[in-house]
Nanobody, 121 residues
């Protein structure tokens, strides 16, 4: 069984910073793409940033230049450094990872439980 556990959310004023962490544990052979998604009330879940196993990154236009995604493959951990936070960044942030348990298994997409980020104006 695989678990993704996020941490680091909270309440911050506009212009402030937060760092989210996502740790994967369980039976893991390899992790492919990892990503951060967010969902604000009444809105669809959207991709914030993604990172491949060789650290190629992709960002949504709304966070480009403010957020930085990174990962440590040896620790099965991913981070999202969020600077210059805006009230519109307020949402539940979820981590996602494509993981396989062994060399012969298929890839499965796993989700964390989510962590709340609230930015006050």
């Amino acid at each position: 069984q695989v678990q993704l556990v996020e941490s680091g959310g909270g309440l911050v004023q506009a212009g402030g910073s937060l760092r989210l962490s996502c740790a994967a544990s369980g039976t893991i052979f390899s992790i492919n793409v990892m990503g951060w998604y967010r969902q604000a009330p009444g809105k669809q879940r959207e991709l914030v940033a993604a990172i491949t196993s060789d650290s190629k990154t992709n960002y949504s236009d709304s966070v480009k230049g403010r957020f930085t995604i990174s990962r440590d493959n040896a620790k099965n951990t991913m981070w999202l450094q969020m600077n210059g936070l805006k009230p519109e960044d307020t949402a539940v942030y979820y981590c996602n990872a494509d993981i396989r348990a062994n060399l012969l298994s298929r890839w499965y997409a796993y989700w964390g439980q989510g962590t709340q980020v609230t930015v006050s104006s």
